[in-house]
């Protein structure tokens, strides 16, 4: 099948790009590339998939976006806590509507599709949340372990979260930080499809090439109505989850706590919590 490949002008020369851009016929597929890293974010991530989301939200003859990640390993870690113990930005500037990776507060009208390849903790479980759909290999995890880290779940997962579980199990996983296998997943109907792991791509894009064979406008009205999104995308019921969010995080972020989080991660140790 061919694929056209968009080129990464972010990259430096004979590095390999964060994300690659693939267009398969009327589906787009973004792959989050940095398997060594688990497919942690970083801003260069937030680039390339956001100007990649604009492009396909521009192109009438993209009608599917397939986000997953590359190796079978990690679909993504989150935010990459080695560049935030550096101090480091992973939204650059000017990118932070866009949200983690460029993806989870920057709707569009195409229906996205999540192909989950391997663990999804913290802001994989984000960028899952954010999909319309999610296909997942057997051995993925999701869950949203921030508190073990000193961290919220600030693109988007704790209100997401409470939105799609029952309110008790949503609370549980928020609390404890615990992850949840893909069946667990699937019995509590966070996601759609849990196939063996080198199924998980071609299942997710023959569901996007389902979608895409319907008719456009009906397929984008059904997703606007059933998300109650505005005309520019906006999703006025989210609306109160990310100001909450917005109010949390700069307190969360700048206690001694999220930056023992960070440092204790690198160090591969326990955090010695200070309450402050």
Known sequence: ?????????????????????ERLGPVMLITLNRPSARNAVNAEMCVLVGDALEEAERDQDIRVVVLTGAGDKAFCAGADLKAISRGEPVIPPGREHWGLAGYVSHSISKPTIAAVNGLALGGGTELALASDL???????????PEVKRGLVAAAGGAFRLMDKLPAAIAMELLLTGEPISARRAAELNLVNRVVPGPEVLDTALGLARTIAAN???????HKRIALAQGPAGERPREEPGWAATAQ????IAASEDAKEGALAFVEKRAPVWRGR
Do not use: C, I, K, N
């Open 134 to 144: 999610v296909v997942t290999a057997e051995h993925a995890q999701f869950g949203l």
């Open 215 to 221: 008719a456009p406008l009906a397929v984008q009205a």
């Open 1 to 21: 099948m061919h694929a056209e490949h968009t080129p990464a002008d972010a990259t430096a020369p004979g590095a390999e790009p964060a994300a690659l851009v």
């Open 248 to 251: 949390a995080l700069p307190l």
